[in-house]
DNA sequence: CTATCCCTGTGTGCTATTTCACAAATCTGT
DNA sequence: ACAGATTTGTGAAATAGCACACAGGGATAG
C-alpha cells in the first residue's frame, strides 16, 4: 500500500474543511490551528500534524489563510471538482437523500436512483425518476458511476453492494443496518442512527423511577 | 473519571450486539469471537479482549450463546427497556427519522417532533402531531425525555443544542453539518453523510475524461 | 532596527490500542 | 477414559496515535 497516510488523519480532514468553509461563509481571511481546534474540539498540535502529512500550509506568525488551506484541503480529498452519485433504495431514507441539498452544495451529485419495487419505478423524486434496479448495472456504467448509497433493507444490502460493485462502484456508504463483505479495494462506511445512540447510553444514567417498557420479542 | 472502559471499545459493542440480533434472528444458538469477527472485519483476539472488560460471557472450547451475549451486551449498553427520543426538526430528513421502524425495534421509541416552522406545527407524521419549538423546553421535562436527535439546519443546531440540554437532554444525535459546544457531561455523536463521502473520495481515482464541474461559487 | 509576541512544523516521549501466543477448559469420537 | 480439536481469557509484546515543547520564521510597534 504505497499510502501512508493514516486513515484517521483522512478521516478528519473533512472536519476541517466543513469549518474552514463556515469561516469563509462568515467572511474570515485567516485562521489558527488553535480556533480550528476550539472550535472542533481537537488540540491545536494535532492538526498542525495532520496537516503536516500533506505540506505546508501555514505561515509562522499568522496561521493559515482560509482561502487557501479549503482549496488545498479540497485538492487533498479530491473534492474539487464534482462527485456523481447513485442511491439505492427509493423509501424514505432514499426520498431524503436525494432531496438532500447538502449534496450538491458540497459536490456531490445525485445523479439516479433506484428501486426493486415495481410500484416506486417511474415515480419522481425532484428532478429525478426512479429507475428499475435490473438496470443498475447497465446504468451505472454509462453515467461512470464510482460512488453510491446503499438505502434498501438489511437483508438486500449485501446484494445490492455486489451489484453495485460489479457496475463500477468503488466506494459506498451504506445506510443498511447491517456490516458488508466488499473487496479490499472498494471504500465503505457505515451510517446507522441506532449504532449511535446506542454507544451513548452506555454513558447515560437510568433515573426515571418508571422504565418504559421493552418491546416484547 | 471512574469509566476505564475505552470509548472505542463501548463504540463497537453495538456492532457485535447488531451481528448477534441477526444470528438470533437465524436461529442460530452459538457463535464465536472468530465467527463474529469475521463477520465484522475484526480479529477474533479484538473482540474476546472487548468483552473481557466487562465479565467472562464464553465458554472455552464452545464460544458464545448468542441470546446470552445478546442479553448482556443490551445490559451493558443499558438498553433492555425502551429509551424515549425526542427529534427536532420537521423536515425531509426529520420526516424519515420519524417513520423510521428500525428505532422500535431495538428499543428507541420516537415520544416526540418539534419544528419552528409555524406552517409544520401540527401537521401529522405517523402516529405523531409536530409540536412547536417553542414549548420544547416544557414538553422535555414532560416526558423526561434524556436523548434527541437533531435534524435542522446547520445555522439554527447549536442554539436547539442549548435548549435541548436546558431541557434535560444527556444524548445528542446531531445531523446537522455542524461541530456542537455541550459540556463534557453531555454525549453527542455525529451523523453527516457528506464527510462519510469525502473521506472515501481521498481512496478515489480521478480516471474519467471529462471531469464533471465544480458549483461555482 | 530591535525587542517582543505569535504561531507553525516537528522531534521526542508518552499513552492507548491492537495483536500475539498460550494455558486452561470444554467438546467429540472412539 | 483418552487423544485430538476447539475456543476462551489474558499477560506480554508490538504498533499506532497523541500531546508536549521548542526552534525558528514572521509580524508588529516604537
Known sequence: MP???PNIVIHR????LRALEMMAENGQVVTSSQELGD??????AQIRKDLSH???????????EVDYLRQQLRRILKIEALWGIAIVGAGDLGHALVNYAGFRERNFLVETVFDMDPKKVGTPIGSLKVEDQSQMLQRLKELDIKIAIIAV???N?????????EGGVRAILNYAPITLNV??????????PVIALQSMTYYLERESMEQKRAVSE
Open 39 to 44: 472550535r472542533l474540539g481537537i488540540s491545536s
Open 153 to 155: 433493507p438489511a437483508r
Open 54 to 64: 500533506f505540506g505546508e500550509f501555514g505561515k509562522q506568525g499568522t496561521g493559515y
Open 157 to 165: 444490502a449485501q446484494t445490492v453492494a455486489e451489484l453495485l460493485i
Open 13 to 16: 480532514l473533512p472536519f476541517y
Open 183 to 192: 473487496p479490499d479495494e472498494v471504500c465503505i462506511e457505515y451510517i446507522d
Open 3 to 5: 499510502n501512508s497516510v
